[in-house]
């Protein structure tokens, strides 16, 4: 239990050094940016929407940069983010909660499809090294994960939605169905979802596949797998119940660290696909110079993976025993 | 053996890197009439919605964007050296404080801060392009760096250096950095790999300079004008590709290093199928060889 205190103490400073950069940015940047922005959308807003946005950007005010902190800790708190440039009058928090889910879903699905196809396929390269399929596999997982994971979209996008036609190219689902749980909506959901979630699933899989394999090969040569062996233990099963469940250890911790990349590539995946996701917000938000959009989705996205990493990181201590005393594994 | 692929193939896209700019037979930005068309004899790699030569611009493109990963790439290494190490030798309050920032910078993601970064200082040019990136990225490598410093502090060389009093910028040069060089060495390709990702990435959301090419940018243009949209392959293919291939490349380079350093995997190359493995591990008092 030790070892999960310690990990969320960690989480919490992270959780502040983030929500802390967050507001140093813009009042660290050179140039006007910051008054820029506020001309162009401050004639527009009056009152509480103009003070959240002076709150978050930090531009003009007398107040000490303390008491600027105080206060942006309690419009974080609030969820007051400010309004939007590019979707005016909505405010931040309404665009955020509205793209926010349709990300969750497709990442949190391609993520853990990447994952488990992923480390199967490297337990079996593993297994079978200086084999053919290790010889195919690994070239392979190493040529994916060195993919530009927009590139790879628009490959997609091009050959299966463009020239073959099985799927559509962009959006989230038929602008012409009613949103809702509904089984026509849910279906072209579902068909809006495949190409992106295909692009995630194969750029991701790669690291898995190769870590996987990696650690397989070191867990071959411990001695209880020669035991095992010896026993007359079938091949499969030590290779499932032996290697594999020790040597995914490392994997699931590698998991945490993963995740950046897995957010990299869903928002460039999003922008290809113009999915109305978060990243696809994102790219809207860079264009049109929509400074408190940009930095409320950097923070949703931060600490969307802070959380995931924690539960990672529980999981690990969970599966490994010998971290759980909060010794070193 | 892949060693040897991957070396090859670098050598030749940093000589089109170098050469380039002086054989690209078009000024990358001159439009001409000649729109959307696919490979010629006059246009190796086709044209642009513009008419712009596809093939200058992946030649005058591909120096700055391997310049602005390798200039990354030593940012993030200098700094994850100078963090990983002393946060592996030194315990205490040093130690884990210089671990927990590596930690912080581990797990936040680097592309959603880059964006906002980035996003403030529009049109940079790449020597900042590459020094932001070089500042968000290192804290991997000095994860791995601290990691294989803790390792070596323990050997018998460093604690005789130590027993005899050396100082320890001593110890550092002569005694732990020898052992990290294959360490920092992988590190660094490691980076040059994600850093050339992140930078395309970012020109790719229309973050970089714009007047400039790069390959990024030219993913940037084939995006805008909706290159997949009207099949024009030729324009969005190849810059993609030889980002694909620098990646793979620097992986490679990074396994052959990697089998070097591990002796497990040295051996596992070496031998088919898993019998003769465990047909060798007869003790040597019996005439069998020992596992090395």
Redo the contacts between chains.
């Keep these: 239990m030790r070892a999960v205190g310690r990990k969320l103490g960690f989480y919490l400073v992270t959780t502040w050094a983030a929500i802390t950069v967050n507001f140093a940015i813009p009042r660290l940047m050179p140039g006007n940016a910051v008054d820029g922005f506020l001309g162009r959308i401050g004639g527009r807003l009056s009152g509480r929407a103009l003070k959240a946005l002076t709150v978050t950007l930090g531009a003009n005010t007398h107040k000490s940069l303390f008491s600027q902190y105080l206060s942006y800790l309690d419009s974080i708190a609030h969820f007051r983010f400010g309004t939007s440039l590019t979707y005016f009058p909505e405010s931040v928090s309404t665009v955020i909660g509205q793209s926010l889910p349709w990300t969750l879903v497709l990442v949190g699905v391609s993520t853990i499809i990447a994952f488990v196809v992923g480390t199967v396929l490297g337990v079996l390269a593993g297994w079978r090294h200086g084999h053919k399929l290790d010889e195919v596999l690994t070239p392979f997982g190493a040529f994916i994960s060195s993919m530009p994971y927009f590139w790879f979209g628009l490959i997609v996008v091009a050959v299966f939605a463009i020239d073959l036609g099985w799927f559509p190219s962009y959006g989230g689902y038929d602008p012409t169905q009613t949103i809702g749980f509904n089984g026509a909506f849910l279906s072209s959901a579902f068909t809006h979802a495949v190409l992106p979630a295909t692009t995630i699933v194969v750029t991701a899989m790669g690291a898995w596949l190769v870590g996987m394999r990696n650690m397989m090969v070191n867990t071959i040569g411990e001695d209880y797998i020669t035991i095992a062996r010896a026993k007359g233990l079938s091949g499969s099963a030590v290779m499932w119940r032996y290697a594999a469940r020790n040597a995914l250890l490392p994997n699931v911790a590698g998991f945490a660290l993963s995740l950046g990349f897995v957010v990299a590539g869903a928002i460039l995946t999003e922008v290809v696909f113009s999915y109305p996701g978060i990243g696809d917000v994102l790219y809207q938000a860079i264009a049109n110079r929509d400074y408190p959009l940009m930095q409320a989705v950097f923070l949703i996205i931060t600490l969307a993976v802070l959380a995931a990493n924690l539960i990672a990181d529980i999981a690990y201590v969970w599966l490994d025993p010998r971290a759980r005393q909060g010794g070193r594994a | 053996m ?1 060693v040897k692929i991957g070396i090859g193939g670098l050598v030749v896209l940093i000589l089109v890197a170098i050469i380039g700019p002086h054989v690209a037979p078009y000024d990358p930005s001159t439009s001409s009439s000649a729109v959307l068309q696919g490979p010629s004899g006059a246009h190796l790699f086709g044209t642009t919605l513009l008419g712009q030569d596809v093939f200058s611009q992946f030649l005058v493109g591909a120096g700055p964007t391997l310049l602005v990963g390798f200039e990354a790439a030593g940012i993030a290494t200098a700094i994850s050296i100078l963090i990983g190490v002393p946060s592996g030798y030194f315990g205490g309050p040093v130690g884990e404080g210089l671990t ?1 920032v590596s ?2 910078f ?8 880059l ?3 980035v ?4 049109g940079s040019s790449y020597a900042v392009l590459g020094l932001v990136i070089g500042l968000t990225s290192w804290a ?1 490598g000095a994860r791995v760096i601290r990691a294989q410093t803790l390792s070596l502090k323990s050997r018998d060389w460093v604690e005789a250096a130590r027993a005899t009093g050396d100082a320890w910028p001593r110890i550092l040069f002569n005694d732990l950095l020898p052992g990290l060089i294959p360490v920092i060495s992988a590190s660094f390709l490691f980076s040059v ?1 994600f850093s050339i ?2 930078e ?2 970012l020109e ?4 970089g300079n714009l007047s400039q090419w790069t390959w990024g940018t030219m ?1 940037y243009w ?2 805008n004008d909706a ?3 009207i ?1 024009a ?1 030729w324009w ?2 190849p ?3 030889a ?6 490349c ?3 380079v990074n ?1 052959g290093i ?1 089998e070097r350093g ?1 002796a ?2 040295q ?3 070496g ?4 019998t003769r ?2 047909a060798r ?1 007869r003790p040597a008092a019996l005439g069998g060889e020992s596992p090395q």
Excluded: C, H, M, S
Excluded at chain 2, 106 to 113: A, F, I, K, Q
Excluded at chain 2, 243 to 248: E, K, T
């Design positions: 892949k927990l930690n912080v581990l797990v936040l993601p680097t592309l959603p801060l964006i906002v970064v996003g403030y200082l529009p991997f790999a990702l992140t395309t990435g790719f959301l229309g973050l993913l084939t995006q290159a997949y949209q099949g392959w969005y293919v810059p993609g590709l980002i694909a291939l620098i990646g793979l620097l992986a490679l396994f990697d591990n497990r995997l051996r596992a190359w031998e088919r199928g898993l493995r465990f591990r």
